[in-house]
């Protein structure tokens, strides 16, 4: 470890948790150079939705590659973007009934996030947005701006203003109705609200520790936004490319958001893409306002194509994602019952789970645990009290099996140092 210690950034974070070097990945495994073998119920983040090195997306960017064939473009036109484009359209878009315009913003969730901020101010000639308590958009300053967790803020080391954060569903424990506070101050010119651009949300917050809104909230809050004139951004970086269960995490719901965020999953193969979608009358950027070297990254649109084909064209998918998601809160909520003393709760959707531990300090010790045991997990929450699932949708239900059976594990050899035994 000589060499990354002495050369890398004190900032990094993950290899802390999983101190050994990791070489060759493949499905749901990934093997360090000592040819030691682990689950991964990390994915990249969510980036890895169909698997490390899938062969039905390799095959694809291999042959695109040994062509010769364009790999930066800026924005410029090539055939790899138009074949996205179009599958894009007839795949994604039209089934669901959305006329969205595309922008390639850059590489990444936090460049589609500033691009969609960015892009309702200038809309709407207004300059607050509204976020949610327990957020997380992204590293950048507008991006932070909407994020709530309050050691990523401070990193920004310059005050970060033009963002106003409000419950987020069940923050208050049902003990007011819904959007109480927001229509309340939005209604009240004594308020200080100044009348917002746009409202950000994440339909599942996966940092702020795998909180899933529900159904009739995220209604309720599109809702509020009509009555107010405000624009509804999702943000689904994380959540999007069938975590859920479908493409969209707010398919669920039935809303219509006018500005939707893409990364992470979208290329399918861990390569870095982004898009902001957002409807078509909302496309008022001149040429060039908004750019970026790497938005037009090749091998991305060539693997991404590939995502939809294999996965997207049917219904297959979304019903594997939600039936295997059914296992592994089974499988959770038995953990949790064996550990009652230990573990608060368990919540989720899709394939995005998250075991909550009553002692914050419980969730990584059961992380390092489960690491010791040949699997990948990361924590979550404002405290890192949540052990955080996020498993490719193409892990077999064996894998999941052999997961949940590691946890178990894991949670029971750290429960009695976690409730001070």
């Not at 364009?70 to 410029?76: G, N």
């Not at 940092?207 to 951004?233: K, P, Q, S």
């Not at 592994?328 to 995005?352: F, S």
Request: proline content about 4%.
């Amino acid at each position: 470890m000589d060499t990354f210690t002495r050369l890398e950034s004190e900032v990094r974070g993950y290899c802390r948790g999983w101190p050994t070097v990791f070489t060759t990945a493949q499905g749901s495994h990934i093997t360090d150079e000592n040819g030691r073998r682990y689950l991964d119920f990390f994915a990249g983040a969510g980036s890895l939705n169909y698997g490390h090195n899938n062969p039905l997306l390799k095959q694809r960017l291999m042959d695109y590659l040994a062509g010769d064939s364009i790999v930066h473009s800026l924005d410029m036109y090539t055939a790899a973007k138009r074949d996205f484009l179009e599958r894009f359209e007839e795949v994604v878009l039209k089934p669901r009934g959305l006329d969205y315009k595309v922008q390639f913003p850059g590489p990444a969730g936090n460049h589609s996030v500033e691009a969609a901020l960015k892009l309702a101010r200038k809309y709407t000639g207004r300059e607050t947005v509204v976020s949610f308590t327990n957020a997380f958009h992204g590293m950048t300053l507008g991006a932070l701006a909407v994020t709530g967790n309050s050691m990523k803020r401070t990193g920004a080391g310059v005050p970060l203003g033009h963002g106003v954060a409000m419950p987020y569903d069940n923050y208050l424990d049902g003990r007011t109705p819904d959007f109480l506070l927001f229509e309340t101050m939005l209604e009240d010119s004594g308020s200080g609200l100044d009348k917002p651009a746009a409202v950000i949300v994440e339909t599942v917050q996966g940092e702020g520790g795998i909180n899933a809104a529900t159904a009739e909230w995220l209604r309720g809050l599109a809702e509020v936004c009509r009555r107010h004139d405000m624009l509804l951004i999702v943000d689904d970086v994380q959540m999007g490319c069938g975590r859920t269960g479908a493409f969209f995490s707010f398919e669920q719901a039935g809303i219509t958001p006018d500005i939707v965020c893409l990364s992470k999953s979208l290329s399918g193969y861990g390569l870095p893409f982004a898009v902001t979608l957002f409807r078509r009358g909302l496309d008022v950027w001149e040429p060039g306002e908004h750019n970026g070297t790497f938005r037009g990254f090749n091998p991305a649109f060539v693997t991404a194509t590939a995502a939809l084909e294999e996965y997207w064209t049917d219904g297959e998918l979304a019903a594997r994602t939600l039936a295997k998601g059914r296992l592994v809160e089974q499988g959770l909520n038995e953990i949790a019952l064996l550990n009652a003393d230990a573990v608060e709760t368990v919540r989720g959707r899709g394939l995005a789970w998250g075991l909550v531990m009553k002692d914050p300090e419980a969730a990584p010790r059961v992380c390092a645990e489960a690491f010791g045991r040949g699997l990948l997990m990361e924590t979550s929450g404002p405290e890192g009290e949540v052990v955080k699932l996020l498993p490719a949708l193409t892990t077999s239900e064996e894998d999941l099996g052999r997961g949940l059976d590691i946890i178990a594990e894991s949670v029971s050899a750290v429960a009695p140092t976690a409730v001070g035994v």
